[in-house]
């Protein structure tokens, strides 16, 4: 019987990457000797053959995928018995017509009871590795074991005012957080309004510094007077640390006070009156501070002073002064302080001013035991051939907890002319017990 070819088609296949596919190829193309003709040529089969042999090859492809589908799974619950061509070339029809490819033996697992089947004479079969059965159990991690994250440390003295800074070894800053001084510690910079403390302090034993102070004297001429400062100075706006026993930075300040004096001799008489208002601006680094300042300050005579003298001339004492100051801590306790002060406008007062001194406040720890203080300060001016006063206080000092702010009773010392400019070419020589609130 002869079979006229009416359409052409290839399949191709690689015998190494699709054996199982290439063998039960095989198996079915041998059961059909008189249908088709195989020629092999480079593991490559041409097949030809009319209209209901290309059904019939259609049928055998669609159960060969099944099969191989169904061998595949039968291989992985068997153990993995993996099937090999040998990479030779399959030899021709005689080997594809082989009746010991066309049967497959079945053997049974002893010890689970499953069954497998074996590839025929011929065939290879490789074991997959085994993997070794350990009593370890599985590997689990543990979130709360881990290392805990450290914090990233960001450099604040960097900033685009000052730039970048070394550290300075001899340097005390605040520590808000333990209440202690840190050489080491270092604060962010930040634009603050209304902070609390004051880059450049008032100097302790200033008479003429702006506070809250109250001071009972004794003078051997005037007998008992009282000396009182209402007022206070404060921070407008500061572009540097946050911490207020010894910020850094630029700072804006706003300073007033009046300066009265009352006789305790005349029924507390008003005896005269100073008044004091300006505006400093300052920058503190590390242990300098620096300060340039405007202020104005007036003298007054009291009402009943002037009624009790009569004859008394009153003066129209005035300055207006252009200062510029510097201070340094040479310890974490001791400071000392020199400024220069200009009056553009002066009546009776003539422009030139200069003070000086030292103050020994220590960094003692909040709480009622306080510490110890001392102050020497000397003041002078050029409308009394540059003479004035100098002042000397000790005693006790507090303060709040992370405040700048101190609360200081002690004894205080002065000798000069009079610190009340109403008098200002008057001499005095006193001794007296006070207390001040300083900012």
Known sequence: MTLRPAVGFRYSYRAESTPASALALCVVLGRLPAVFDLPHKDSTFVVRGTRAARRALARCLVGLCFATSAAQVDAQSSGGVKLNTPPTSLGGAAAVRSP??????????????????????????????????????????????????????????????????????DET???????????????DWSLQLMPAGLVYKS??????????????????????????????????????TTNAVRPEGFEIDLEGAAMPRLNLMEEEDLDAVDFRAGLPVTYGIGRWQTKVAYYHLSAHAGDEFLERNPGFQRVNYVREMFVVGQSYYITDDVRLYGEAGYGFYTDVAEPWEFQFGADYSPL?????????????????????????????????????????????????YYNGKSEQFEFYNQNENKVGIGIWYDY
Not at 389 to 395: H, I, K, M, S, Y
């Open 364 to 412: 003692c720890a909040p709480g009622a035991r306080g510490a110890p203080f001392a102050a020497i300060n000397g003041y002078l001016r050029e409308e009394v051939n540059f003479g004035g006063n100098v002042v000397v206080q000790a005693g006790w000092q507090w303060r709040p907890r992370n405040r700048g702010q101190t609360v200081r009773i002690g004894l205080q």
């Open 203 to 240: 100097y302790l034993a200033g008479v003429k510094e702006s506070r809250m102070a109250t001071v009972f004297n004794y003078d051997k001429n005037q007998k008992w007077i009282w000396d009182i400062t209402l007022g206070g100075r404060v921070a407008l706006l500061r572009y540097g």
């Open 100 to 169: 010991a490819l066309s049967s497959a033996a079945s053997v049974t697992n002893a010890s689970n009871g499953a069954s497998r089947s074996i590839p025929p004479a011929g065939l290879s079969v490789q074991e997959p590795p085994r993997q070794l059965l350990t009593s370890q159990p599985p590997l689990s991690f543990d979130p709360y074991s881990a290392p805990a994250p450290q914090p990233v440390l960001q450099d604040p003295t960097r900033s685009w005012l000052v730039g970048a800074r070394e550290p300075i070894p």
């Open 173 to 187: 800053i605040w520590d808000d957080a333990y209440g202690v001084y840190d050489r080491e510690a270092y604060h």
